[in-house]
């Protein structure tokens, strides 16, 4: 196999025409453009100088700076093991990705090969799968190697010349690894292709198989560098027999919120793990799901408008999921019934100062759902002054406790219009929702809130504040 760093000295300029992000009423619009341009190792080439598109955003944050992405030297002509033939990469365009998501499900009639009891089974696998010496770190389940809802192109979108809508509805699992204390990030993609093969492209691969099936694994081991900060990846696709497509890539860089990545230097994963994750039979699309499989556990947004708490561990949520276990069992008469069991927390997503839940409450023919989430951090809330004309009656009540907590109660009322095609008349949903949040003299915060669709209503306030005032609820 070809080290990745060799011929190191010998690099080509590529341009990247930078990615397009919009955030819409139906769901997010992704763009990308690669173009390749052939020529000398020798000087720079910018994103003023090649003409390169960016958004307005994009265009202030790099106004007179340079922007360069450097990546290996392709050899051509060259063999690599496993094609019997090896193509030219070619000038000009070298790829476009594009796609469009609306509403995301885990079960799509228009997809059968996947659901939400496929997902556990996917997501297991891939986490038995992994090498003892790379862990996944904590985080929310949605960082956690979890397979999400399958992102399916929008009505109105229009598809990429040459992709079927089958081939560009996929799921994706993440997670940052770590590996000898270094982390790295990994992300798997699954959906299904209907071409063919594509043939070996010089650059693009190090390696192909075949597999028993039939099926065909390339596999990737390379590097780039962005504005001079190199990234080492390595990648492994499958082209399955049965049509199923399945990508997985590990880098050395790792989101890390402002201002950026992260670059540890060490890819958290061999190529032969990656060929290995791919290879797994859970993943196919034609694979079975063994019957009573549950769905896997959903993650939760939290309620932390500001996250300035310290970053909860596994330990740490355990424990406060076990003080929940407890504390329910002494829970009064009339409680509702709750699914699924309470104290499953999870870090919440993008916040790692939040462990919460979410739940469905039900008693007798009324349902309701409830969200729990316990934060570190928090200021004591101050009662509003009901006489200040800003007033708008919210929150209801304001109390402190003689242990100098802050309980504070509210009720909304509001309307809610259904997701649609277009055709026949739509009718808003009337709903209601009510809060218990208590705050603790140390900062914790432990907040519960109760919503319904009409005819049905939320839990109690008497309720609610059971829930929020269970014992062993602090974060230290």
């Not at 989430?373 to 809330?381: D, F, K, N």
């Amino acid at each position: 196999m070809a080290d990745k760093n060799s011929g190191s000295d010998r690099t080509e300029k590529w341009t990247v025409a930078f990615t397009v992000v919009s955030l819409m009423a139906g769901g997010i619009v992704f763009a990308g453009v690669v173009d390749r341009w052939s020529g000398s190792d020798s000087g720079e080439l910018t994103a003023s100088s090649v003409g390169t598109t960016q958004s307005t955003e994009e265009t202030q944050a790099e106004e007179n700076s340079e922007y360069t992405y450097v990546t290996p030297t392709v050899v051509y002509p060259t063999s690599i093991p496993g094609c019997t033939s090896v193509e030219s990469p070619g000038d000009g365009l070298s790829s476009i990705s594009y796609w469009s998501t609306g509403a995301q499900t885990y079960d799509d009639p228009r997809f059968p090969w996947f659901s939400a009891p496929k997902a556990t089974v996917m997501s297991e696998a891939v986490q038995r799968s992994l090498p003892a010496v790379a862990e996944i770190e904590f985080a929310s389940p949605e960082r956690s190697l979890n397979f999400g809802p399958l992102h399916v192109p929008s009505e109105s979108s229009e598809l990429p010349e040459g992709f079927s809508l089958e081939e560009m509805a996929d799921t994706t699992a993440s997670a940052t690894l770590v590996r000898d204390g270094k982390a790295g990030a990994l992300d798997i993609r699954v959906t299904s292709h209907t071409g063919p093969v594509p043939p070996c492209i010089a650059g693009s691969l190090v390696e192909r198989r075949t597999l028993a099936d039939g099926s065909v694994v390339d596999a990737q081991d390379t590097w780039s560098e962005t504005n001079g900060v190199r990234t080492l990846s390595r990648s492994a696709l499958l082209y399955g027999a049965d049509k199923t497509f399945i990508q997985a890539s590990a880098t050395d860089a790792v989101y890390a919120g402002s201002p950026g990545v992260e670059i540890s230097g060490v890819v958290p994963l061999t190529v032969e793990e990656l060929i290995a994750l791919v290879s797994l039979p859970q993943l196919r699309i034609t694979a079975p799901v063994p019957p009573g499989t549950a769905p896997i556990q959903p993650g939760c947004q939290g309620s932390t408008l500001d996250p300035s708490g310290r970053k909860l561990d596994r330990g740490t949520v355990d424990e406060l999921g076990r003080a929940l276990q407890s504390g329910w069992r002494a829970a009064p008469p009339g409680m509702p019934v709750l699914e699924p069991a309470l104290g499953r927390l999870v870090l919440a997503e993008s916040d790692t100062t939040t462990a919460c839940q979410d739940l469905v409450a039900r008693s007798g023919g009324n349902e309701s759902d409830l969200t729990i989430s316990i934060t570190s951090g928090q200021p004591l809330p101050k009662a509003p002054n009901k006489y200040d004309p800003s007033y708008d009656g919210h929150p209801k009540s304001v109390v402190t406790a003689e242990d100098g907590a802050v309980i504070v109660r509210d009720e909304r009322h509001y309307s809610v219009m259904p997701m649609g095609n277009g055709e026949g008349t739509r009718e808003a949903t009337s709903e209601q929702s009510r809060s218990v949040t208590l705050t603790q003299p140390n900062g914790t915060r432990v907040s519960v809130r109760s919503s319904a669709a009409s005819p049905n209503m939320p839990m109690t306030y008497e309720q609610l504040e059971f829930l929020a005032t269970i014992d062993g609820l602090e974060i230290r």
